[in-house]
């Protein structure tokens, strides 16, 4: 299954559904246990794509068998360690950290496909790194350098620094994804063995007292992320990295600051600055540049 749509409207609607993850994530954390939310977005994300792939999983069976190796690396990177790091981080850090050690992503999948891949780095690729990070900078310290220098790591930063290293490697490694099994029967399969991969973590949050609660405001939360960035946005995004290469979809993670600015002011009330809008331009202005057709950029 293709979905017809432009991969670069796929890799915003795909970093928009999880900037609303960072929201929700940021919102629910003194009620929904880290790894309880992780394991629940997935184990729901799961109930809802299981009747669309089960025809696609029966006929891939045979080849799901004979490429497990590769699927749980996926499912480890992607499924199991990116969100719940993040989850975790955010307990012990603040919002500013989490974003800005978050948009280290883009830069690291560029180097990875550049010593792991040979992927050339062209100088109008690297102005665009630049400027969509600058972006990211501008909106996270408010335009005000003195902020940014105060800036403190903590342990939470640490988680975040690791799901960072984790979803760069899955991003990269997408370009190697079997071509042969169906979007539904890989996004299935790496579901299955990334919760299998989460009980046990989650049967010893369950045990330390940190449980999930029963009320409506919670469940839906969860369904949240399990619709949007869990199912939606993993087969946007993996779609569109297939199509346009890592280097040029992980610039779309830039996005996630400027989503999460313009979700906070709608849903949270948080108002919009003029640092906000600077930084749009920014970031709208590498990402334009680095995507640009005319650049030699390759995408293998």
């Given at each position: ?101 978050n948009s ?14 040979y992927v ?94 029963t009320d ?85």
């Open positions: 299954m293709r979905i017809n749509a432009s991969p670069y409207l796929l890799l915003v609607l795909s970093t928009l559904f999880w900037a609303g993850n960072f929201v929700l994530g940021r919102a629910v954390k003194s009620v929904i246990p880290p790894i309880g939310l992780a394991f629940w977005r997935w184990a729901a994300a799961l109930v809802l794509l299981l009747p669309f792939a089960f025809p696609h999983l029966r006929k891939d069976w045979p080849l799901l068998r004979g490429c497990w190796r590769s699927l749980t690396l996926f499912a480890i990177l992607g499924v199991s360690c990116f969100n719940t790091f993040v989850y975790i981080g955010l307990h012990s850090t603040t919002a500013v950290n989490a974003l800005l050690v280290v992503i883009p830069v690291l999948i560029v180097v990875l496909s550049r010593i792991m891949a050339p780095i062209t100088r109008q690729q690297a102005v665009g790194v630049i400027l969509s990070l600058a972006g990211v900078v501008t909106i996270i310290c408010r335009a005000d350098a003195g902020l940014l220098l105060s800036l403190q790591l903590n342990r939470g930063d640490g988680w975040v620094l690791l799901a960072v290293v984790s979803w760069a490697l899955y991003t990269f490694m997408l370009r190697k994804r079997p071509a042969f099994l169906h979007p539904f029967s890989f996004l299935t399969a790496i579901m299955i063995i990334g919760l299998l991969a989460l009980s046990p973590f989650y049967a010893w949050e369950t045990v330390q007292g940190r449980r999930v609660g409506l405001a919670t469940w839906g939360s969860i369904l949240y992320v399990a619709l949007f960035p869990s199912v939606a946005a993993f087969i946007f995004w993996n779609q569109a990295v297939g199509e346009v290469g890592p280097a040029r979809a992980g610039l779309f993670l830039h996005l996630m600051p400027v989503f999460g600015a313009i979700l906070s002011f709608i849903f949270l009330g948080e108002a919009l600055h003029p640092y906000h809008l600077a930084g749009m331009v920014l970031i709208f202005s590498g990402i334009s540049l680095a995507t640009d057709r005319k650049s030699s950029l390759r995408t293998d």
